[in-house]
């Protein structure tokens, strides 16, 4: 596609819920990642894939998030039992391969949890 | 560590210039700047890769200090367009992968 896209744009999840968050990278990028972003902060960095592979899970926040890209090319992040803390916006971003490569957010998900 | 922004916010009159600065307490290996408008998705700027590299586009430039570990993004002439919250992304020299930490933003309003 043109650009990142991110879906569900909204998510409004019950205490408890699980929810899944879909990134559809730009064609052909090799780098995946995802970042979360609380109101008025910088995004934070939760996990690479390279391809299909996970190659950094360390910004991961709990064992309830947990990320997936099974053939290199989509990707979800679920997030199980969700806590009032989750809430953020979840933003994507790709890359072409290549350290110190310009980086393409998807317009992110905000997660409110209630 | 984030890295550190200021100022925090800035107002400026369309036309007027102004300077974000990003320090880092570590060694800043490289530095992008992304811009994000409310609601919508961080934008590249632009990065810088060496110690003492400035790198400019169209009135929006910026230069790399790798001894102090600082970074400065000027904004040259301002225009309504340029509105929105900066941030800095220190890039590590070898994490093979583009692991950015971003800094805690600046947000700026250029009014007419």
């Known amino acids: 596609g043109a650009g990142v896209s991110q879906s569900p744009r909204y998510k409004v999840a019950k205490r408890g819920q699980d929810v899944a968050l879909r990134c559809d990278p730009i064609?052909?990028?090799?780098?995946l990642f995802w970042y979360q972003q609380a109101l008025g902060q910088g995004p934070e960095f939760l996990t690479y894939?390279?391809?299909?592979?996970?190659?950094?899970k360390s910004g991961l926040p709990s064992d309830r998030f947990f990320a997936e890209r099974p053939e290199g090319s989509v990707s979800t992040l679920k997030i199980q039992r969700t806590q009032q803390e989750d809430s953020a916006v979840y933003l994507c971003?790709?890359?072409?391969?290549?350290?110190?490569?310009?980086?393409?957010f998807g317009q992110g998900t905000r997660l409110t949890v209630v | 560590q984030q890295p550190v922004q200021s100022p925090q916010a800035v107002i400026l009159r369309e036309g007027e210039d102004a300077v974000i600065n990003c320090s880092s307490s570590?060694?800043?290996?490289?530095v992008h700047w992304y811009r994000q408008k409310h609601g919508e998705a961080p934008v590249f700027l632009m990065i810088?890769?060496?110690?003492?590299e400035q790198k400019g586009h169209e009135k929006i430039s910026a230069s790399f200090n790798e001894k102090k570990q600082q970074s400065s993004l000027y904004l040259t002439a301002s225009q309504l367009s340029y509105s929105g919250t900066y941030f800095c992304?220190?890039?590590?020299?070898?994490?093979?992968?583009?692991?950015?930490?971003f800094g805690t933003g600046t947000r700026l309003l250029v009014s007419p």
């Open positions: 971003a790709s890359s072409s391969q290549g350290l110190n490569t310009e980086a393409f």
């Open positions: 064609s052909g990028h090799v780098s």
């Open positions: 894939f390279q391809n299909e592979a996970q190659l950094d």
């Open positions: 570590k060694a800043l290996y490289s």
């Open positions: 810088l890769l060496k110690g003492g």
């Open positions: 992304g220190s890039g590590g020299v070898n994490t093979g992968f583009q692991k950015l930490v």
